[in-house]
């Protein structure tokens, strides 16, 4: 629980009612101050892309000759790093999945390797065939595209929201603060997110768990449920979109 050095005036949330009732329940009970749900904040006030790496666009030409659903996109975000040994996991569970993937892989994430020199010969031939690396991709359109089945994610809020706003199944690989209970509330909460221990037998079958089984299914349809009601939120009259027009009043009014 939060606990302010000042008594607050009002909570502003990035998040929505549905999806976190009971946390926001007890901070409304515990402050007894406005409490206001606007997010996703991507689609409640939508904004260029802010990233300080430049977008590899070309990765959108190559999903629209994939498969629907077909594909996992990889991307540990801005921030986390990993051992060579974590990435050669990595790419192995992603080569033996016999699924295509998009990976992100952000210039120096891989300690001592500027970029992806950190792949050995064959492994390299093996991702040529089905794969496709990238040094950053433009996140929100590669969630939204039809080719998309999958999102191997990191966890961090922001792309939660997206891969819930996209309706897209996830694999948590959670690194730090918050990180970690999103993944919980993916996988055991809201039932569209698998948590992995990266190891490359283990990843096969999580990636095929979530792309081709009947569970990646059933996640999916839980997934999907979850993006009408964001659908239902940000539009006129739903709780995202009343609590920032009540937010805009209160402000007014101070």
């Known amino acids: 629980m939060i606990t302010p050095k000042t008594p607050p005036?009002?909570?502003?949330?990035?998040?929505?009612?549905?999806?976190?009732?009971?946390?926001l329940t007890q901070i409304r009970q515990n402050y007894q101050?406005?409490?206001?749900?606007?997010g996703p904040l991507h689609k409640t006030a939508p904004t260029p892309s802010t990233s300080f790496l430049e977008e590899d666009t070309d990765c959108i030409t190559w999903l629209d000759k994939q498969e629907p659903k077909s594909v996992i996109y990889v991307s540990l975000g801005s921030i986390a790093n990993m051992d060579?040994?974590?990435?050669?996991?990595?790419?192995?569970?992603?080569?033996?999945s016999n699924q295509p993937f998009l990976w992100v892989i952000r210039p120096g994430s891989v300690q001592g390797y500027k970029w992806v020199e950190f792949l050995e010969e064959g492994l390299v031939a093996e991702i040529k065939v089905r794969g496709l690396i990238v040094k950053w991709a433009p996140q929100k359109e590669v969630l939204s595209h039809k080719a998309v089945g999958g999102f191997w994610s990191h966890c961090g809020w922001n792309s939660t929201?997206?891969?819930?706003?996209?309706?897209?199944p996830m694999l948590c690989q959670p690194f730090s603060v918050d990180q970690l209970m999103?993944?919980?509330y993916l996988s055991h909460v809201w039932k569209m997110g698998i948590e992995i221990v990266v190891e490359k037998r283990e990843i096969e079958g999580a990636i095929r768990r979530l792309l081709v089984d009947k569970e990646g299914e059933e996640m999916r349809q839980s997934a999907m449920e979850i993006q009408e009601n964001v659908k239902l939120a940000v539009s006129h009259g739903g709780s995202s979109q009343n609590s920032l027009n009540n937010m805009v009043e209160f402000i007014l009014s101070l």
């Open 9 to 23: 005036s009002a909570f502003i949330w990035n998040t929505l009612e549905f999806l976190e009732p009971s946390a």
């Open 33 to 38: 101050v406005p409490t206001f749900t606007i």
């Open 84 to 96: 060579q040994n974590l990435a050669t996991e990595m790419a192995w569970g992603l080569a033996n």
């Open 161 to 168: 929201l997206e891969s819930v706003s996209e309706g897209v």
């Open 182 to 184: 999103n993944a919980r």
